[in-house]
């Protein structure tokens, strides 16, 4: 959703090369990893027409690095937001065919090291962004502000990233013996989460 008052050039076509690739960089340096051709201002969004500059890649099953190319295909990648529009990568996409003869995968597809992942449809900075927004705000509030700000989701996606977040690191709780309650009682301070004991006991 375009912001109020945003000025936009809907239609208009950027080739890209040199310093202007430079700028993207450092505006959005998930980019990096890429060959940028062009940008698009479609009004609603802002197209990136891109593609990998890795010449090789290494299969996710066996491990091996291919720089042979089977095919290719295009595939569209959600990233951040410019100017509270969404940021869409239509990325050209190189599939290597496995050389290790055993291997079952035979052939794999390239990735944009930083930037994409196997079965992704949102850059790999993406889902992090939204689930912090979950993690803060809970669904609504949170669906809301990505809306904001030009990354539109829903509200059950972002309590659904939050969920995907690893646990975090829960250390043992710690033990109490004897002579830390009695040190306890003859200081100062006194736990409070210490039963009160009963006389009649
Ligand atoms: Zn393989």
Sequence with gaps: MPSAGAATAAGRVLEVSGQGEELLFMLFPQLAGLRVERVEDVGDAVVIWACCR???????LCGSVSSRVH???ARVVADGAAGGRPVLIILSVRRFRCLDPVCVKVTFAGQAEGLTGRYRRRSV???GMLAGFGLELAGRAAARLAGALGVPVH??????LVMALPDPLVTAAPQVTG??????ARGRWTARWWPTRNPAT
């Design 155 to 160: 509200s059950s996606t972002a309590l659904r």
């Design 54 to 60: 890795a010449p090789q890649a290494r299969c996710p």
């Design 179 to 184: 002579s830390m309650i009695s040190r306890c």
């Design 71 to 73: 095919g290719g295909y």
């Design 125 to 127: 900075p993406l889902p």
